[in-house]
């Protein structure tokens, strides 16, 4: 039986070695030299000041931003929450009517609904450009200034082909910023 457990034991140190130090290690390594930037984290920073994370959607007050779509959580710390409403509640219908009237009637969806996690950081291409005359008015810049920015902040889709094109609203209005200047 001692021999059992001496075999048991050292089978523990080598694969706690292998497996929770050295594989770890490795993994972080070569996320280090592929991509930096997602390893390290996704902080964004102005003038050597962390403002916010590019990954966590944010509420920006205002009409001289751009909004973030709707959220169950009203992005209240990081919180992350959806609604789980289905298609039919009488609640997300309201809040659906009640936002497509604040729009002025037709808008994109993601301007309609929260995501499912309720702190979405992007907004569809179409959400965004729908909110230029918004913003442009309220920082009397020229709209077509404004919509040169939106149309350069456009992500494409992952690898080509997934999902679908976004913009990152933090990131947005960080260099909507850059044009009052």
């Keep these: 039986m ?8 050292r089978a523990m140190v080598v694969l706690t070695v292998v497996l929770g130090i050295a594989y770890p290690l490795a ?5 280090q030299a592929a991509f930096p930037a997602q390893t390290n984290g996704s902080l964004v920073e102005v003038d ?6 590019a990954l966590i959607g944010q ?6 931003w751009f909004q973030s779509r709707p ?5 209240d710390g990081g919180a992350s929450s959806g609604s789980n409403y289905g298609p039919d509640n009488a609640d997300l219908l309201a809040a659906v009517d009640e936002r497509r009237a604040a729009l002025g009637g037709d808008a994109p969806a993601d301007a309609l609904t929260a995501s499912g996690s309720g702190l979405d950081p992007h907004i569809s291409p179409e959400y965004a450009l729908l ?8 920082r009397g810049l020229d709209e077509a200034r404004v919509r040169a920015l939106v149309e350069s902040m456009i992500q ?6 997934l999902g679908e094109p976004t913009v990152n609203v933090l990131r947005l209005n960080l260099a ?5 200047d």
């Design 2 to 9: 001692f021999r059992h457990t001496l075999t048991a034991l």
């Design 27 to 31: 993994v972080l390594g070569i996320g």
């Design 48 to 53: 050597g000041r962390p403002v916010g994370s």
């Design 59 to 64: 509420q920006f007050e205002g009409d001289e």
């Design 71 to 75: 959220s169950a959580t009203d992005y």
């Design 131 to 138: 909110q230029v005359p918004r913003v442009a008015q309220a």
């Design 156 to 161: 494409g889709r992952d690898l080509g082909y």
């Design 176 to 180: 909507l910023n850059g044009l009052d």
